[in-house]
């Protein structure tokens, strides 16, 4: 449990000063990373009278303008989290790619981290990840560990060509991945296994799942072993990168619904996860029976897009539950506020001046929210995303999609 108060003060990076502490004992949550998901943190903070500091990557990161506390510094060096973190009574993340050596010297100063050194380590390695997941009975595809020509001839004539190809490491948003006809595909690969890098302990190969739609189950889990958990919501990509999220996901079997919800239970209870996390899932066809079921495509321990629906359409969104969680407060509910909302993602176009669509979008749907990053513009780079609920799916679907089509200046009417 946090303690109130702060601990030890250090130095942050570049003389920043020390967060503003609320009165009446309130801590403080530090947050590594700047990005999206820490600027979301900001107004459920302020909600819960709980103050945040970002260890940012530039002092224009997308937290770093809406977070007073701010620091410039790196995740992976050592002396700017470390300063960073004695600022703070519990310290969270913004992404997964915080080194090993980071995380053991934090628990070392006896720092609060959620999630753990322990649980992050099956987001950063999708090997261990795979590993554990079998061990403890939820289901994937089919797959195995390469580091060989040979070892990928053998999973390939186990499953059939193609396969997909990971990188244990480092990989995300369909970076990282690739779907092969043959080890030529994979041939780079190979020759890296055993190097320093993502593929130091080899590939990750899996088999081609033949899927019926994408889903996800979004989890929050303190260290006090309460858990909670949103609806199972369907997620639809394009190009490998989420476009579109329809909460619940709709027509879902209830016995798949409830199955697929306590596995996401399960992998957060024996793997230790602390906070708010996502099981990305495949809905399949059970073989034998043709009954609907699914396999576990990844793991994301943090607040993750899946779940940014919540933040309009849930009576305790993803990122004040993750607050709340990290700091070992009781959790909010996750119920729906209304039968059905759809998040979609914005992504960068051609348009650099964003503040024009955006008083258009307001106008033209009142109800439509909209949340933007703080980004530059770039093709394709998320940028925000639009939140919208009611009763018919349908009409929900077409306002999401047309208020994130004019903020990317992909429609102009």
């Not at 981290?113 to 380590?121: F, G, I």
């Not at 602390?274 to 495509?297: K, L, Q």
Request: glycine share 10%; aromatic share 6%; net charge negative.
């Amino acid at each position: 449990m946090p303690r109130p108060g702060g601990r030890a003060r250090g130095r942050y990076p570049r003389g920043v000063t020390s967060p503003q502490r609320a009165p009446g004992g309130f801590p403080v949550v530090g947050i590594v990373g700047g990005g999206q998901l820490a600027r979301m943190c900001a107004a459920p903070a302020a909600e819960l009278a709980i103050s945040l500091s970002v260890l940012a990557e530039a002092p224009d990161a997308a937290a770093a303008q809406v977070i007073p506390s701010a620091p410039v510094g790196d995740h992976t060096d050592l002396d700017a989290v470390l300063a960073f973190a004695r600022e703070c009574d519990v310290v969270t993340f913004d992404h997964e790619h915080v080194p090993s050596d980071v995380l053991a010297a934090l628990v070392a100063e006896g720092i609060p981290v959620h999630p753990t050194p322990e649980a992050l380590r099956f987001a950063q390695d999708k090997l261990a990840m795979r590993e554990r997941l079998t061990e403890i009975g939820v289901a994937c595809p089919a797959w195995a560990r390469a580091r060989t020509a040979d070892e990928v001839e053998a999973f390939a004539s186990r499953v059939g060509w193609p396969v997909v190809a990971k990188t244990p490491r480092g990989g995300y948003d369909g970076k990282g991945v690739r779907v092969v006809g043959s080890v030529a595909e994979v041939r780079d690969w190979l020759e890296a296994v055993g190097t320093e890098g993502p593929l130091a302990d080899g590939l990750l190969l899996e088999e081609k799942v033949d899927f019926v739609r994408e889903l996800a189950v979004l989890i929050a889990r303190s260290p006090s072993n309460q858990a909670a958990a949103w609806p199972v919501v369907e997620t639809v990509q394009t190009d490998g990168i989420c476009t579109e999220v329809l909460a619940p996901a709709p027509d879902l079997d209830p016995t798949l619904a409830a199955v697929a919800t306590e596995a996401g239970l399960r992998i957060a209870e024996q793997l230790g996860v602390t906070g708010v996390f996502a099981v990305e899932m495949f809905e399949v066809r059970d073989a034998g029976s043709g009954a609907a079921a699914y396999v576990v495509n990844e793991l994301a321990m943090r607040p993750h897009n899946s779940g940014h629906w919540s933040m309009d359409g849930a009576v305790t969104g993803q990122f004040e539950q993750h607050l709340r969680a990290v700091l070992d407060l009781p959790l909010g509910a996750p119920t729906p506020r209304e039968p059905h909302t759809v998040m979609a993602n914005v992504l960068g176009g051609d348009y650099p001046e964003l503040y024009p669509a955006y008083r258009h979008v307001m106008a033209r749907d009142p109800g439509v929210k909209v949340h933007l990053y703080g980004k530059g513009v770039r093709p394709g780079r998320k940028i925000g995303h639009v939140n919208v609920s009611g009763t018919d799916l349908a009409q929900l679907r077409e306002r999401a999609g047309h208020a994130a089509d004019y903020l990317a200046g992909v429609i102009t009417e």
